[in-house]
Structure formats: C-alpha cells, structure tokens
C-alpha cells in the first residue's frame, strides 16, 4: 500500500519561503500524479497545486500561482512544494495525495486522489 508522508512546515514570517515534502513508502511514486491540498481552520480543503507523473504537466490555482512550485524527484521518491512570497492566507494544514497514473495532465479534484498524507502545519504570520 502506497504511504505519504508530508513534512517541512512550521512557522514563517509574511514574505518567507518554506518547502515542503510528500516522501512516498509502499510504492514507486512515479507512477502517480501527487496533488498538494490545503485546509484552513472553518474552511474547506482546496486544491493547491498538482504534477503529473512523468512531470510534464503541472496546474496551480490561481491564488498561488508566481508563488509556489511543485516538483518531483522520482529517484527519491519525492514530491516538493517550494513555496514563496508567503502570506497570512497560505496559513493551513498541508496535505499531500496520490492519484495511479491514467492520464497526462492532472486536476486539482479532490474526489479524485486515493491516497493522502497525514499533513503538515503552515503558519505564516509577523
């Protein structure tokens, strides 16, 4: 069985950078597509930012977009989320997910994932 496993959050100032890392157990990640979700406390859990498995392919939402970048490392087993430009409304709980490669694009649909990580904090503020 596939297992993820997010870290790299904690507490940063507005501006900050910070990157987190989905680390896969179980299973060759790069027969995946892997997107990073986020929830905020009272909000619901949105798509952030997702990757294809050959890496070819890559889509953002538009509130995040010129700020973060999502890679992988497949000899590593390994998805990253560079994140820059931090502010107070990225403040939520991470989490990362993979979805067994069917296509080559991928989609920031929650329904779609089947697997998830436990998440990882991330707190900007001054």
């Known amino acids: 069985q596939l297992q993820l496993v997010e870290s790299g959050g904690g507490l940063v100032q507005p501006g900050g950078s910070l990157r987190l890392s989905c680390a896969a157990t179980g299973s060759t990640l790069g027969y995946y597509a892997i997107g990073w979700f986020r929830q905020a406390p009272g909000k619901e859990r949105e798509g952030v930012s997702c990757i294809s498995s050959s890496a070819g392919s890559t889509n953002y939402a538009d509130s995040v977009k010129g700020r973060f970048t999502i890679s992988r490392d497949n000899a590593k087993n390994t998805v990253y989320l560079q994140m820059s430009s931090l502010k107070p409304e990225d403040t939520a709980v991470y989490y990362c997910?993979?979805?067994?490669?069917?296509?080559?694009?991928?989609?920031?649909?929650?329904?779609?994932?089947?697997?998830w990580g436990q998440g990882t904090q991330v707190t900007v503020s001054s």
């Open positions: 997910a993979a979805l067994r490669a069917w296509r080559s694009s991928c989609r920031l649909h929650r329904w779609e994932y089947n697997y």
